[in-house]
């Protein structure tokens, strides 16, 4: 019998929306087994809300560095705050939180940020599979999801179509017509949102994450019980309340 001499990491790790939240990240990469990771996919949305902006991207930076980012893009967070846009947040609390966070960050956060795919979509492969991240969805890249009850656009081309911005988990399939009789004229595309990891809106306030295994296309979602208490001690008075209290119920 042969003897496993080691092997290639197999699994990716997909995260969204971790919004300022310090403490649920660090209680993420906790949890996770890093030498069973082979790839990183961030969907953006890494800053504002909560307090810790510049502490999660450092944290990213240092923590990461090592791995392959297949992907890093911006969510709407990230290019309204670069981009002084603010225009499109639904409530006048939500442009406050963002001004706040765009005057907090630090030049090396800053440059974080401009590194990071700003488009907020990014295409790539990983082993044979068509793969798109997108932060919200075709529709539009920023601001508008993809659920499984609304999938507009024409997802067809991908294998896999990663999002976030909605803050709620799913993983689902379409299958579209085409030209294959092998596969019943079928090709199939999953869609993966891995939730958030900062401000969940699924009635669970556990950060919500991600793995992949890229061998057996196996989809884990992952919840990490973090002390909202403490992340909640961390919220200066200049961020609305209302930021600081949802956590508490993942809403």
């Known amino acids: 019998m042969m003897k496993n001499m080691g092997r290639i990491p197999r699994k990716v790790l997909i995260m969204a929306d971790i919004h300022g939240n310090i403490t649920a990240l660090r209680e993420v990469f906790e949890n996770i ?3 069973e990771i082979g790839g ?7 800053i504002d809300y909560g307090p810790s902006s510049n502490e999660v991207i450092e944290l990213l930076a240092t923590r990461l560095e090592k791995y392959k980012i297949y ?6 967070h990230e290019h309204a ?15 406050e939180s963002a001004k706040y966070t765009k005057s907090i960050l630090t030049e090396s956060s800053i ?7 700003n488009k907020g979509i990014m295409r790539f492969t990983i082993g044979n599979k068509k793969c798109l991240a997108v932060h919200g969805s075709l529709e539009d890249v920023y601001w508008k999801s993809i659920t499984p009850a609304d999938v507009r656009g024409d997802y067809s081309e991908c294998d ?3 999002s976030g911005h909605s803050h709620r988990e799913h993983c689902f399939s379409i299958y579209y017509g085409c030209d294959n009789p092998v596969m019943r004229n079928e090709k199939k595309t999953t869609f993966i949102n891995p939730g958030s990891i900062g401000q969940p809106r699924d009635h669970n306030p556990a950060a919500s994450y991600v793995l992949m295994d890229i061998y057996d296309e196996k989809v884990e979602f992952c919840k990490a019980i973090y002390d909202i208490e403490a992340e909640q001690r961390r919220f200066p008075d200049k961020v609305d309340e209302f930021y600081k209290k949802r956590i508490k119920f993942g809403i």
């Open 33 to 35: 087994k890093w030498d």
């Open 40 to 46: 990183i996919i961030l969907l953006g949305d890494i």
């Open 71 to 76: 992907c890093n893009i911006w969510g709407n």
């Open 81 to 95: 705050v670069i981009n002084d846009e603010y225009g499109r947040f639904s409530s006048q609390r939500g442009i």
């Open 111 to 117: 440059k974080y940020i401009n590194n990071m795919e």
């Open 160 to 162: 896999y179509v990663f």
